[in-house]
């Protein structure tokens, strides 16, 4: 039963984070249109079972009229309605109260801000502190994302290198961060730790109309099938990719498919990412958007 939708309003950012799961940046260009936004608010209504909504990318506020317009038609729906930015445009707190009042006035119950070493800039940046002070002087509930970089620790009993830090292996940091970690066998990689593929609860949706059980990881299209046939039809063990998942994680996908695959890797999400990025070829349409593998 999906209880909320994360729109990936568009895939252009003004960062290329080396943790970002879908390799988002200022080329990329898959960006909604204002009657798809319409089709897609529509959709989630027919579902009868979301609560609430969020507007992410990307950066959502990169589109701003489009951001307002779609915050709009989710609140006249009665949805709950949150936001995911890394507050580029809060060059003051002044500033940031201007971008802000519309969305206040709109109504949000999350404000979440990306704030961390792979957002800023550099040490002086202060925008997501900008973003936030604003935000709270507004009302706004107002929350940080905060991922740090991967670190190597050692379980006290077992002795054994763990990798730390919050970062998921998949998107672009399964390329750019994971030299020189600790690895694991891939015997060990046997479940999915991050996403319930069964049930999902919520799901994210590009402009593609990709509807996205993990990131790249695809339940289907709606602008092929609307949302609620998606829904009502999913079945975890007859999809392709999924069925593998749930039987046995990371490395049933790679041998249930024919892939093998010896080395290590430093997690189930590591694992799963390169694996889906090899069977591309095979099931473009269930692995989707070819950019969520830096393609």
């Not at 249109?33 to 989630?44: A, F």
């Not at 929350?143 to 620790?153: D, F, K, Q, T």
């Not at 609860?201 to 709606?222: K, P």
């Not at 999809?239 to 890797?265: S, W």
């Amino acid at each position: 039963m999906l209880t909320g939708i994360h729109i990936l309003l568009t895939l252009k950012c003004t960062n290329e984070c080396d943790h970002c799961f879908l390799h988002c940046g200022p080329s990329r260009e898959a960006t909604f249109t204002l009657g798809q936004l319409q089709t897609l608010v529509c959709q989630i209504k027919q579902l009868g079972t979301v609560t609430i909504v969020y507007f992410e990318g990307g950066e959502p506020f990169l589109f701003y009229p489009l951001l307002l317009e779609g915050l709009r038609m989710v609140r006249d729906a009665g949805f709950d309605a949150g936001i995911v930015t890394n507050g580029y445009w809060a060059t003051s707190v002044e500033d940031g109260l201007h971008w802000l009042r519309p969305i206040r006035d709109l109504g949000i119950v999350d404000f979440s801000i990306s704030d961390d070493e792979f957002h800023r800039r550099d040490k002086n940046d202060r925008k997501a502190e900008f973003a936030r002070e604003a935000a709270q002087q507004l009302g706004i509930p107002t929350g940080s994302i905060c991922i740090e970089p991967p670190s190597v620790r050692h379980e006290a009993r077992k002795g054994k290198p763990v990798v730390g830090g919050g970062v998921l292996f998949k998107g672009r940091a399964a390329e750019k961060l994971t030299s020189g970690l600790p690895v694991r066998s891939c015997e060990e990689l046997t479940e999915c730790l991050h996403e319930d593929l069964v049930a999902p609860e919520r799901v994210h949706v590009d402009a593609y109309g990709n509807v996205h059980l993990c990131q790249g990881l695809s339940m289907g299209n709606i602008w092929e099938t609307p949302l609620i046939d998606l829904v009502r039809s999913y079945d975890a063990q007859q999809h392709p990719i999924v069925g593998p998942l749930v039987r046995g994680g990371p490395v049933k996908l790679a041998t249930e498919l024919g892939l093998a695959i010896n080395h290590g890797f430093v997690d189930e999400c590591h694992l799963c990412y390169t694996t889906r990025k090899l069977l591309l070829p095979r099931f473009p349409q269930y692995l989707s958007p070819k950019e969520a593998y830096g393609l």
